[in-house]
């Protein structure tokens, strides 16, 4: 298995011969040996997507908002209809990838909390 996702990955060592029968197998499955290019590492079938490739520009400002108003209450982010399309589980990941960077920081820099939003404490 992993000398065939290395192969997938790194389709000079099939073009060598020594792995015809991995190329074979991986045409047989309709998946296509990308070349060791960056475009070839983006579109591989064995490449995890990113935690922020799957939002847009406009859900990343819909969460500053949200987390402006509600703090880190991520379920009501979801619940008031905030982000309709994001499950509380994504928005906990983008949170943690957020906010480590520069965006966040300068974010962080503007930001001055009005009624304690931000550093909530959570009620008895």
């Known amino acids: ?3 065939m996702v290395g192969n997938l990955m790194y389709p000079c060592a099939i073009n060598s011969g020594s792995n015809g029968a991995v190329a074979g197998y991986i045409e047989s499955l309709g ?3 990308h070349r060791s290019t960056a475009l070839g590492y983006l579109r591989s079938p064995v490449r995890r997507p990113l935690v922020w490739e799957d939002w847009s520009p406009k859900e ?3 969460f500053e908002a949200a987390i402006t ?3 880190k209450e991520f379920s009501l982010f979801t619940k008031k209809k905030y982000l309709p399309n994001k499950t509380t589980k994504d928005i906990i990941a983008f ?3 957020w ?3 520069q965006h966040y920081t300068n974010w962080k820099k503007q ?3 009005d009624d304690g939003a931000w550093i909530r404490i959570p009620s008895s």
């Open 95 to 97: 949170y943690y990838v």
């Open 1 to 3: 298995y992993v000398s």
């Open 69 to 71: 108003q509600h703090g």
């Open 31 to 33: 998946l296509e040996a």
């Open 60 to 62: 990343v400002a819909v």
């Open 111 to 113: 930001y001055v909390p």
């Open 99 to 101: 906010k480590k960077t």
